[in-house]
């Protein structure tokens, strides 16, 4: 009869860690709201806009609710022709609402990062609404 009990007591405990740990992926996969898009066709100074934004944006931008997903140097033309653009840098940078990513850009804790991008740096910033 013990057995039973602890056979009982295991179980439930298993179906309330595994009922928590389905709680805990599925809050980890939700999909962002709104992506900002970041692409620079001109970088003048490269090692200072390491220095400047790539070195500190990405703990801003978790600070400030988002999840950088993308940054590279590293882009590849898939369809034939060439891009409406040149780009050299691309980011996407995931936020649960267009209202948080107009937030992050004019955020007080932006201000220095966004002054040093308007001054040595040519392309856009956008965000546009997930799906």
């Known amino acids: 009869m013990k057995t039973q009990y602890t056979a009982a007591l295991a179980l439930v405990a298993g179906i309330a860690i595994g009922a928590v740990s389905v709680g805990a992926l599925?809050?980890?996969?939700?999909?962002?709201?709104?992506?900002?898009?970041?692409?620079?066709?001109?970088?003048?100074?490269?090692?200072?806009y390491k220095t400047n934004v790539v070195d500190k944006a990405p703990a801003l931008i978790e600070k400030l609710g988002g999840q950088l997903l993308v940054a590279t140097n590293d882009i590849t033309v898939l369809r034939e022709g060439t891009p409406p653009f040149p780009v050299k840098r691309y980011a996407i940078i995931g936020f649960d609402s267009i209202d948080k990513a107009k937030d992050w850009y004019a955020s007080a804790?932006?201000?220095?990062?966004?002054?040093?991008?308007?001054?040595?740096?040519?392309?856009?910033?956008?965000?546009?609404?997930?799906?």
């Open 26 to 48: 599925y809050a980890q996969g939700k999909a962002p709201g709104a992506y900002a898009i970041v692409a620079y066709t001109e970088i003048a100074d490269p090692a200072g």
């Open 109 to 131: 804790e932006m201000k220095d990062i966004n002054a040093y991008i308007n001054d040595k740096t040519k392309g856009r910033i956008f965000a546009v609404k997930a799906r």
